[in-house]
């Protein structure tokens, strides 16, 4: 497959400044000692003061049938980027799938090998692949599912394949989105996606593959 053209490529090389570094230094970190307790006479501790929480804008309203279970929404979020080149994608249904101060984290080498990732907000994304969707068909489906769930809270490993085109034959890449979902009760969100490419050194495992038939 090619690696000129695949997604991970193409949002880690796209502003190298917003790429973070994740190379952990040696050494231990310093923890400051307890100090002394203090005696009984000492001022009890006072309540900090604290900044009330930015308030988050509201995602657009979702259409009913992308939200009402696992399989819809996961199904929609593959759905809103997937089109031939130059097909308007539907962003305000791509923004209404995600929770107010969902992420987006790309994950990968960069273009010395060490592995850095970068983060988007939905509004973010949108704005950086509108572009390219203008000029690249691109098609994305799972091909491989692992869930794990408890009450409201659900880890997915999807396996993706990348296509310029839903007919080609091959993939041009594949690999693994993570998700992080969410049920309140009445409707799915989407809280977390972060997602890395398939290497030559680094392929999907065999548990993350569709059975062989």
Do not use: C
Not at 27 to 36: C, F, K, L, T
Not at 66 to 89: E, N
Not at 109 to 124: L, M, S, Y
Not at 183 to 190: A, E, N, Y
């Amino acid at each position: 497959m090619s690696r000129r053209t695949s997604r991970i490529s193409y949002m880690l090389n796209m502003g190298r400044a917003f790429v973070l570094a994740m190379i952990v230094a040696g050494g231990a970190v310093a923890i400051p000692a307890v100090a002394q307790e203090k005696s009984q006479a000492a001022d009890p501790p006072r309540p900090s003061k604290t900044q009330p929480a930015q308030e988050l804008p509201a995602s657009p309203p979702a259409k009913p049938a992308d939200v009402s279970s696992i399989d819809a929404i996961m199904a929609a979020t593959y759905d809103v980027i997937s089109g031939p080149a130059g097909q308007k994608r539907d962003w305000d249904r791509f923004r209404s799938l995600f929770l107010p101060g969902a992420r987006l984290i790309a994950a990968g080498p960069g273009k010395t090998g060490e592995i850095g990732a970068r983060v988007f907000t939905p509004d973010e994304y949108a704005k950086l692949a509108d572009p390219y969707f203008q000029k690249n068909g691109f098609t994305e489906g799972e091909i491989s599912r692992h869930t794990d769930r408890y009450g409201h809270i659900v880890q997915i490993f999807s396996t993706y394949a990348s296509r310029h085109d839903a007919k080609d034959a091959v993939p041009f890449a594949r690999g693994i989105n993570s998700f992080q979902l969410m049920f309140d009760g009445t409707r799915w969100w989407v809280v977390t996606i972060y997602w890395e490419e398939e290497t030559v050194a680094n392929p999907v495992p065999k548990e993350f593959l569709p059975a062989a038939n």
